[in-house]
């Protein structure tokens, strides 16, 4: 088993009961056949078996992955996320310019044909994710290979629920 990227991780904030490293997309959360996961990277990179993630990034995002370094401080943050007294936001970036700058996606997801998750108006069982778009201004990306037209929009978006995928679904439905 390889990893896609066997330089270090970047710690980007460590104490005696967190530790937060920049998760590069490709990565897995888990170990697959192919590639090793970001968990068991992060154990060996760190040398210690006792790192607890406390979220999970799919294996195409890049982003904070936040560990607790002890049992207790798992527990303290997960009963924090479970109370709300704190909260996760995610940052997107898009060439799409959405249909109104702030407000809720909210609606039941259910499999397309093709196997991507769409959006229905049913609200059953919904997956709700609150957001606010700001355009960048193009010129900011002019000499980076990030550079279009049009520009981008940053979105920050706040899951209100933990399903597969909600936030890419969201994004999708938004634009």
């Given amino acids: 088993m390889s990893s896609e990227t ?3 991780l970047i710690t980007l904030f460590e104490d005696a009961n967190l530790l937060a490293v920049h998760k590069p997309a490709g990565i897995p959360f888990h170990c697959d056949d192919l590639l090793q996961g970001i968990v068991q990277k992060v154990r060996l990179q760190f040398e210690s078996e006792q790192l607890f993630p406390v979220h999970r990034l799919d294996k195409m995002t890049s982003g904070l992955m936040v560990f607790a370094k002890t049992q207790a ?28 700058k702030q407000g ?66 969201a994004l999708k439905s938004l634009a």
């Fill in 6 to 8: 066997d330089e270090s």
């Fill in 73 to 100: 401080s798992n527990k303290a943050i997960s009963e924090m996320l479970q109370n709300k007294t704190i909260e996760k936001y995610y940052l997107a970036l898009s060439t799409k310019k959405p249909g109104k």
């Fill in 104 to 169: 809720a996606v909210a609606g039941d997801m259910v499999k397309g044909r093709r196997g991507s998750y769409l959006l229905r108006r049913e609200k059953t069982n919904p997956a709700v994710t609150r957001f606010f778009a700001k355009a960048l201004d193009p010129m900011l990306n002019k000499d980076t290979e990030l550079s279009t037209k049009e520009g981008y929009w940053l979105f920050a978006l706040k899951p209100e629920t933990g399903k597969t995928h909600q936030l890419r679904v």
